[in-house]
């Protein structure tokens, strides 16, 4: 997944499930689904009379994906991405709490191997993986404020390139959409920007008066555009250091939000930024006037979700599948709720509740955001364990990722060449699990 979001430590010191059970093996029962949204079927049948009451602990584990990658052999995972020519390349990388980072080969069904793992290693967690767009580079960032970055020469072979010094903490990483340049945001407040393979350094964009959470290119690659926990949207030329246009605290509509924001998205037209608060806010933000001199402006106030919860994803979509245009907005927050917004009436258009449990109706944080394509398909999840796959039009859920024990951190999504989609899904247990739908 494009890492421009809180980090995986923030996510899950806020929401631990406390009341989640310390499991063993011997208290999990697996089921593997035949395709039944929510699970059911064969293994749910309540025990007749006489059956050993021993099960009666037991936790049931349905179990729907394909195959799964265990070589962070219980480490927490925090980041989580498929390679951009998946499937021709059936790759992915990952990384998490043992400083490491992982490329290991998506399998259709049993263990996904590993190809390599990564040297050198993090100081401290990997917190964010960023593939550039051709997939010849691969670059690392940790919680240490290292970046590494590797050349790809092979499906197989990955070779060390670089290792990038900025600030003191990766917060985004992500490369530009046309070619070999690499952009990070730092705890420090500060943006790097770097030209490979030289590891030429092109930029340190100032402006921020707090950490920097997350970052994007404009499709275009002529802007680039951050967020700070000090409340402020920038947008500048990626040719010089300083904005060209600044939204903040003192600005009308969008100002007066407590923490700041913490995720971005960009419309595929270059028209349109959101932004996603700590609080629960966001904000649908024009960015027509910074060519004409006039700055960023405020659209709308989208306030749905419940107030103190945080916007962990925002993702603009399009209902018809455009990858020219967006006609939705798609909010994520820790309240459980994804909410489509209409861009042209700026009001609700579905609700989708991220429930995990059938025997329950509370509704697990939602973590991570991921649209398939161009949308109106999508992904969420969640602190309870679940990743579901919603459609935008209906707000009805196409699918239900059930194996994880623990809370899902990260997720990303592309094409599997044969009509649907894979999806994969790492966190708190150190599992990556691949799922098909």
């Not at 920007?193 to 970052?215: D, I, K, R, Y």
């Not at 700590?278 to 649908?284: D, E, F, P, Y």
């Not at 459980?336 to 258009?349: E, M, P």
């Amino acid at each position: 997944m494009d890492a421009t979001h809180q980090t995986p430590h923030q996510q899950g010191e806020e929401h631990e499930q406390d009341d989640l059970p310390q499991l063993t093996e011997d208290d999990v029962e697996e089921i593997h689904n035949d395709g039944d949204e929510d699970g059911e079927g064969q293994g749910d049948e309540p025990m007749s009379e006489g059956e050993d009451g021993d099960d009666d602990d037991k936790v049931v584990l349905h179990d729907s994906s394909i195959s799964a990658f265990y070589g962070s052999k219980g480490e927490s995972i925090f980041t989580i991405s498929l390679h951009p020519n998946y499937p021709s390349t059936p790759l992915a990388v990952s990384g998490g709490s043992d400083d490491r980072a992982f490329v290991w080969r998506v399998a259709e069904n049993g263990e996904c191997e590993v190809v390599q793992q990564l040297e050198p290693s993090h100081k401290d967690s990997v917190t964010m993986v960023s593939w550039s767009s051709d997939g010849s580079l691969l670059a690392t960032g940790g919680m240490d404020g290292l970046i590494h970055v590797f050349s790809c020469s092979s499906p197989s072979t990955f070779a060390h390139l670089t290792t990038l010094e900025g600030g003191d903490e990766v917060q985004f990483l992500l490369f530009h959409p046309k070619g070999p340049v690499l952009a990070a945001g730092y705890a420090d407040s500060t943006v790097w920007m770097w030209s490979l393979p030289a590891a030429t350094l092109m930029n340190v964009f100032t402006g921020h008066e707090e950490g920097v959470t997350a970052g994007r290119f404009t499709p275009d690659g002529k802007r680039l555009l951050t967020t700070s926990t000090d409340g402020s949207l920038l947008i500048y030329d990626p040719r010089q250091a300083t904005p060209l246009a600044k939204l903040g605290k003192g600005d009308a509509r969008f100002g007066g939000i407590e923490g700041g924001f913490i995720s971005l998205a960009c419309s595929p037209d270059n028209r349109l930024a959101a932004v996603g608060s700590v609080t629960g806010q966001s904000r649908l933000v024009s960015l027509t006037g910074v060519e004409q001199g006039r700055g960023m402006a405020v659209v709308a106030a989208l306030e749905g979700h419940t107030p103190g919860e945080s916007i962990e994803g925002l993702a603009f979509v399009s209902l018809l599948g455009d990858p020219s245009s967006a006609s939705h907005l798609i909010t994520a927050g820790t309240d459980g709720r994804a909410i489509v917004w209409d861009l042209q009436t700026q009001r609700v258009r579905q609700t989708c509740l991220h429930v995990d449990s059938p025997d329950s109706n509370e509704a697990g944080a939602l973590t991570t955001l991921v649209v398939h394509g161009s949308g109106p398909l999508f992904t969420t999840a969640s602190s309870g364990g679940t990743l579901r796959t919603w459609d935008a039009r209906s707000g009805a859920t196409v699918a239900k990722h059930e194996g994880f024990v623990d809370g899902v951190l990260d997720a990303d999504v592309r094409p599997n060449g044969k009509g649907g989609w894979t999806v994969v899904g790492a966190g708190d247990e150190g599992v990556a699990l691949v799922f098909s739908c």
